[in-house]
């Protein structure tokens, strides 16, 4: 049975950082590729960052210069790490998982097989 749990979110000021993390079993963990979505209310789901098995990242431009992926094959587990939030990061923010892992795609959605339950970011004062 395929899990990927998402953790880390919460409530952040602006200008705040915060980790968020995937956690993944049920698969062969280091040959997937991961993707972090985020879905803002009345908004469409959007690919936020993914890491290949090999490591190798993309950004959506949104997230450039202030996100970063990261993975640890050893602990089955995916982070972003995210700094200098802004309130429109607000949002449900999941993480995905593609067997297709060894290099990037597109980002469609429809590219990832398994996906997590989410988690609520919401940036405020």
């Known amino acids: 049975q395929v899990q990927l749990v998402e953790s880390g979110g919460c409530l952040v000021q602006p200008w705040g950082s915060l980790r968020l993390s995937c956690a993944a079993s049920?698969?062969?963990?280091?040959?997937?590729?991961i993707g972090w979505y985020r879905q803002a209310p009345g908004k469409q789901l959007e690919l936020v960052a993914d890491?290949?098995?090999?490591?190798?990242?993309n950004y959506a431009d949104s997230a450039k210069d202030r996100f970063t992926i990261s993975r640890d094959n050893a602990k089955n587990t995916v982070y972003l790490q995210m700094s200098s939030l802004k309130p429109e990061d607000t949002a449900v923010y999941y993480c995905?998982?593609?067997?297709?892992?060894?290099?990037?795609?597109?980002?469609?959605?429809?590219?990832?097989?398994?996906w997590g339950q989410g988690t609520q970011v919401t940036v405020s004062s």
């Open positions: 890491i290949t098995s090999g490591g190798s990242t």
């Open positions: 995905a998982a593609r067997s297709l892992g060894n290099y990037y795609i597109s980002g469609r959605p429809s590219e990832y097989e398994y």
């Open positions: 049920g698969i062969i963990f280091s040959i997937f590729a």
